[in-house]
């Protein structure tokens, strides 16, 4: 399994090269990094009985440390102190100033889904504690020109297509087709920018969603389409969520002052990669390393 988590980190870090070769002079304009997510950035230390819930639900190969996860990656590339779990902290000043990951297993945009009880607006309900403590401590302008000077990074979203595609907790495939869902997922997306906003957050990188309908514990439950090695049909319903995505974070850019919002187009990079596996050094191709997953039932879904 450990093969694997490599070869997921090298996907991933490809989608993001251009915000990570970021100089690292860069990172004196950001004072630290507060992440909130799914198991894209926490191996369970924020979340209850995480062994259960990895092993019937994440898709992320966690191996346990959070050290082979892109905003760990990304916090060591800007000479960042990575953020420590929000269960984690002590209380101190000091912890809060080195950045708070809020991030949680299985974590989802909507809450009625999210069954490690972590959802977006749980974790929103966090940074609004930690904005508090950081005005109490430091005063007001101080906590403000700290606010403002930390990047923020979220990643949701996955969750949710999981849940729609393997187990329909909510039951929203039979209320919404895929553009609506999509409509709705970025509604909240958008909403949650504007509490960020709102509490004096400015700088905010916003990831998409990898292409699901490559991922193996997909493959396994559906059909594979043999021209792509990926189940097509999710992917398009992935895509049109990044797509939306992608120009709410344009419009706010234009709307609110001072906003410095980022969209990585992860979905993009790592098709690139399952296209042309040979630019990028992958032998055997992604393709056939794809099909060896399903055949033998491996993946996230069957690893330990």
């Known amino acids: 399994m450990e093969g694997f988590a490599l070869f997921m980190v090298a996907l991933v870090s490809m989608g993001i090269t251009n915000l990570a070769m970021v100089p690292e002079k860069t990172s004196r304009n950001v004072s630290a990094m507060y992440v909130l997510g799914d198991s894209s950035v926490d191996c369970g230390s924020n979340t209850l009985f995480y062994p259960i819930i990895h092993l019937n639900l994440s898709l992320l190969p966690c191996n346990g440390s959070n050290s082979i996860l892109l905003p760990y990656l990304l916090a ?14 002590n209380g101190t000043i000091d912890g809060l100033l080195n950045g ?12 009625p889904t999210s069954l490690s009880h972590q959802s977006l607006n749980h974790q929103l309900r966090q940074v609004f504690e930690t904005v508090q403590l950081l005005e109490l401590q430091l005063g007001h302008e101080s906590s403000r020109h700290f606010i403002r000077s930390s990047l923020f990074y979220l990643a949701f979203g996955k969750d949710d297509y999981i849940d729609l595609f393997l187990r329909n907790f909510s039951g929203v495939m039979a209320e919404y087709n895929g553009p609506q869902f999509a409509e709705i997922l970025v509604n909240q997306m958008v909403h949650a920018v504007m509490n960020l906003y709102d509490m004096n957050v400015r700088k905010v990188v916003l990831m998409g969603i990898l292409p699901l ?15 792509t090695g990926c189940v ?12 939306l995505l992608e120009k709410s974070i344009v419009r706010l850019n234009e709307e609110l ?12 990079g790592v098709k690139k990669i399952i296209t042309y596996p040979h630019f990028f050094g992958m032998n055997p191709s992604i393709l056939s390393y794809i099909k060896l997953l399903r055949d033998t039932k491996r993946g996230c879904l069957y690893s330990n």
């Open 100 to 111: 708070v990951n809020y991030g949680a297993a299985h974590a989802t945009i909507l809450s």
């Open 232 to 243: 097509e049909m999710i992917n398009e319903v992935v895509l049109r969520y990044n797509v």
């Open 76 to 89: 060591k590339k800007m000479g960042l102190p990575y953020a420590e779990p929000f269960y984690a902290q």
């Open 213 to 227: 309908g490559c991922a193996p514990s997909l493959l396994f439950q559906w059909h594979i389409d043999d021209a």
């Open 257 to 268: 002052p001072d906003a410095h919002l980022v969209f990585c187009d992860l979905y993009q």
